[in-house]
């Protein structure tokens, strides 16, 4: 009997086949890993950092919104006409689509939070300068936030943040005022004329996801009041309590410095270990204004404070303070706060 034996390894076209089917697996492979370790992160970076411009803007629109209602409501005090609440609605995009199988979608979370970003404001004035012994006392609050908070995965984290009508960009490695509020300093004839703005914001609320929602807000209560008259060597005292400290430091001081600045105005700047910085201003020598910011490290939250002071070298002439009360909705759960 004879047995036929065949030669394996004689058969070049299975060898062929072979390495012709391992070099097309690892070209897929290696344009895959070029997918997945460089056009999606530099994709998803870009997206995400499109989207926090964009959400900045639109917060600049719920800014804008409020704005001319406030406006509205004080064209309708001044004209001794009813003023008639309206509802003015933002959208908002809140995260970022992601790639199908390659990247998960970035989540932003918004929400309104009326206890928080606590703002005071007190001095002493003289309301009828015929008895100067009689000193009135102010004291006004106000508090509530708007947050679009996004975990970015490429891009840095940041959060969008509406304060008492202020546009703050918040990342870890800083943050600053983009939008700015009603404060107003005007020096005239050696004479200051200051314009303060407050508002308040009602309503809780969050949603969350990739989606656009929208921000409803409606000012349903209106006041200003100008104060003249402070007693000599008082001080009008301003505090604030937010994550945003610094932001409101640098943008309170960049204002008072902008407006006294010129011959006779200097100061002092200090800071701390933690980074608190503190400045001193003085007009011909006198102290003018203090301002501020202390952080505490267990809640993670900035105390900043403004002494601004009546001194007869630079007189505090008028103070103008205006309050809006503005009530917030997020979102088909949103509750409003009873006031």
Do not use: C
Request: proline fraction near 4%; aromatic fraction near 10%.
């Amino acid at each position: 009997m004879r047995l036929l034996i065949r030669d394996f390894r004689g058969d070049e076209e299975g060898v062929a086949s072979t390495v012709g089917t391992i070099m097309a697996l690892l070209v897929f492979l290696t344009f895959l890993s070029l997918i997945v370790n460089q056009y999606v992160p530099v994709w998803m970076k870009d997206s995400e950092a499109s989207h926090m411009n964009g959400a900045l803007g639109q917060f600049g629109g719920v800014k804008g919104a409020i704005d001319l209602q406030i406006l509205a409501a004080e064209a309708a005090r001044t004209s001794g006409t009813h003023y008639i609440p309206v509802t003015a609605s933002s959208a908002v995009n809140l995260g970022v689509d992601g790639v199908p199988i390659f990247s998960a979608p970035t989540i932003g979370a918004l929400q309104a939070i009326p206890d928080a970003g606590s703002f005071s404001i007190q001095f002493s004035y003289i309301p009828n300068k015929a008895v100067p012994s009689q000193v009135a006392t102010v004291n006004e609050t106000s508090s509530g936030a708007i947050q679009l908070n996004v975990g970015n995965r490429y891009y840095i984290a940041q959060t969008i943040a509406y304060e008492n009508g202020a546009v703050i960009r918040y990342q870890s490695d800083g943050q600053t005022i983009r939008a700015q509020p009603t404060f107003v300093v005007v020096k005239t004839n050696n004479t200051l004329d200051v314009s303060f703005g407050l508002v308040s914001l009602y309503g809780t609320g969050i949603v969350s996801g990739t989606s656009t929602e929208v921000i409803n807000t409606q000012v349903f209560a209106f006041d200003r009041q100008d104060y003249t008259g402070f007693p000599s060597n008082t001080a009008v005292w301003i505090n604030h309590t937010s994550p945003y400290g610094l932001a409101w430091y640098s943008f309170l001081n960049s204002t008072l410095a902008n407006a006294l600045k010129g011959t006779g105005f200097g100061g002092t700047y200090t800071q701390t270990l933690l980074g608190e910085p503190t400045f001193t201003a003085t007009y011909l020598g006198t102290t003018i204004y203090v301002i501020s910011a202390r952080y505490n490290t267990a809640t993670q939250i900035y105390t900043m404070r403004v002494q601004l002071w009546n001194r007869a070298v630079l007189p505090l002439t008028t103070f103008r303070l205006q309050h809006a009360q503005v009530q917030v909705g997020i979102g088909d759960t949103t509750q409003n706060v009873q006031f």
